[in-house]
């Protein structure tokens, strides 16, 4: 830490980790581990299966491998610090690598909360525009898309990071989590931080509560449309290219809402570490899971590749 005039700066800060549960670190380092390198290994997977198969090129699959790449960035931001910190006493960071980790984290999360609301829009185009789908899910509007979800991700999160480069901390530096979350940068934080929760407040209705509505909207309209469907088959067709992404859908939402909602409430420090877990290291190995053991395109691939290879 340095000292400017009477006040004292802190140039960096101790991740408590999973440091206060030392007869299990083992298990968890073995658990997170292997979590990590199956998300990166399936998610990998799922690009290149749909970058090989050419029935996959459709905008669906366009915006899964968005999804997968988000994914495997979004725990590549937060899990190799972690792993490498069950090898210190002590696991320190930086303050600029601390406000680097939550910024790339709070992007991707954002651009991810975007992303299922594009996908939550194809699947009413496909669903209840099938005349039309082509026309209107052109490969052009798919990109603009795909950018326009990257770019409010990074919008939304500079504007976290200006507010965040204005605080100055002078008390304690021990952030009890196993990553550089903005709840507990705010606790330790000596400046009013009073702005940065309204800001907080604007982006969680900017981006929670309107990427909520335009999938609640979409689904909506793609339930009606299904209970048009006179035949039995027809409508559990229409509801399966829906199935995978309602599931993600209510991952992401419901876990992220549990987590905020318990440190709101007070939940136990240890409770809450274990709870973050879910969203940012679980979740992102669930995705590809979710959208691979439903999906008869995806199974209809993985046989064909299964086929090239034996007769190789």
């Known amino acids: 830490m340095t000292i400017e005039g009477n006040i004292t700066e802190i140039t960096h800060f101790v991740l408590l980790g999973f440091s206060d549960f030392p007869r299990i670190l083992a298990l968890l380092f073995v658990i997170f581990l292997v979590i990590y390198l199956m998300t990166v290994t399936w998610n990998l997977y799922l690009i290149v299966l749909i970058r090989m198969d050419s029935h996959l090129h459709t905008p669906m699959y366009f915006f899964l491998i968005n999804l997968s790449f988000i994914d495997i960035c979004y725990v590549t931001s937060i899990t190799p610090k972690m792993l490498f ?117 604007i982006l969680s209705q900017m981006f929670g509560t309107t990427n909520a509505l335009v999938i609640l909207i979409s689904y909506v309209y793609i339930v009606i449309s299904i209970m048009k469907i006179t035949s039995a088959k027809g409508r559990s067709k229409a509801f399966n290219t829906c199935a995978s992404h309602l599931t993600a859908v209510s991952l992401f939402y419901t876990s992220s809402m549990f987590v905020y909602l318990s440190s709101i409430s007070g939940g136990s420090p240890g409770f809450d570490r274990f709870a973050s877990v879910l969203y940012t290291v679980v979740i992102p190995m669930m995705n590809p899971l979710i959208y691979s053991l439903r999906n008869r395109d995806i199974k209809d691939a993985l046989r064909k590749l299964q086929k090239r290879r034996g007769h190789c």
């Open 85 to 201: 910190s069950f090898f210190q006493k002590q696991q320190t960071i930086t303050f600029l690598g601390c406000i680097a980790q939550y910024f790339i984290f709070s992007t991707l999360g954002l651009s991810e909360s975007c992303l299922l609301s594009a996908m939550a829009y194809d699947r009413y185009a496909a669903i209840c525009k099938p005349l039309f789908y082509s026309s209107i899910m052109s490969p052009s509007l798919c990109i603009r898309m795909a950018l326009g979800v990257y770019i409010a991700g990074l919008s939304g999160s500079l504007s976290q990071l200006c507010g965040l480069l204005q605080l100055h901390f002078c008390g304690p530096n021990v952030i009890n989590h196993f990553f550089c979350d903005m709840p507990e940068l705010l606790v330790l934080s000596c400046t009013d931080t009073s702005l940065i929760h309204v800001m907080l407040a």
